[in-house]
């Protein structure tokens, strides 16, 4: 497509459950974040896809997130055991291989209740 | 923790008149960018300035680039009600680590009053 593409764009979800989020990247970007943001805050970055690279893990706040990357394009992001703290918009960003602006996504606003 | 940090955190001013948001970093940095944020959602990359650049120009934007000082300005000209957002700068470093080392600020949230 012609923009970053995030799913769902809205998620509640009650504690304790597993969320999936879903980032579809620029066609051709070879590289995928996956950033958090909370409300009034700037952005944390949480982890990074770059080609057929091992991901940057070195954001994730806990072994509750995990990411994938399949085939090198689509990513999900799953949240298990959802805590209240994990309420917040979920962005994920691609670009191409070297540097230069990230496209982001809209992003996915979680509210755990 | 933060690397950019943006200056104000708040901005109002009246439609028509510049905005100038400022941005501190603490490291070397390989570049620059200044991205906008409307409603809490996206961000849109605006301009990526390198960290051997001094100023440049895009449309309405201005950024400069002081090296010497860790600092960087944004500057918007004749400032319409749809520059209303909030702006954040991000920080390209040249230690590497997570995402390429680009960390961003918490953002100033700029409103522009008809």
């Known amino acids: 497509g012609a923009g970053v593409s995030q799913s769902p764009s809205n998620k509640v979800t009650e504690k304790g459950k597993d969320v999936e989020l879903r980032c579809d990247p620029i066609?051709?970007?070879?590289?995928l974040y996956w950033y958090r943001q909370s409300l009034g805050q700037g952005l944390e970055f949480l982890i990074y896809?770059?080609?057929?690279?091992?991901?940057?893990k070195s954001g994730l706040p806990s072994d509750r997130f995990s990411a994938e990357r399949t085939g090198g394009s689509v990513s999900t992001l799953t949240i298990q055991r959802t805590q209240q703290e994990d309420s917040a918009v979920y962005l994920c960003?691609?670009?191409?291989?070297?540097?230069?602006?990230?496209?982001f996504g809209s992003g996915t606003r979680l509210t755990v209740v | 923790s933060q690397q950019g940090e943006e200056d104000p955190q708040a901005l109002s001013i009246q439609e028509g008149e510049n905005a100038t948001m400022n941005c501190s970093y603490k490291?070397?940095?390989?570049?620059l960018q200044w991205y906008r944020q409307n409603s809490g959602r996206g961000l849109v990359h605006l301009i990526l300035?390198?960290?051997?650049?001094r100023e440049k120009h895009s449309g309405r934007l201005r950024v400069t680039l002081d090296t010497s000082k860790k600092s960087s300005s944004l500057l918007i000209t004749a400032s319409r009600a749809a520059d209303t957002a909030s702006y954040f700068c991000?920080?390209?470093?040249?230690?590497?680590?997570?995402?390429?080392?680009?960390?961003f600020g918490k953002g100033t949230h700029l409103i522009i009053q008809p």
């Open positions: 960003a691609s670009r191409t291989s070297g540097s230069g602006g990230y496209t």
């Open positions: 991000a920080t390209g470093s040249t230690s590497g680590g997570g995402a390429d080392g680009l960390t």
């Open positions: 490291t070397s940095i390989n570049n």
């Open positions: 896809f770059q080609g057929n690279s091992a991901p940057d």
């Open positions: 300035i390198r960290s051997n650049e």
């Open positions: 066609s051709g970007h070879t590289a």
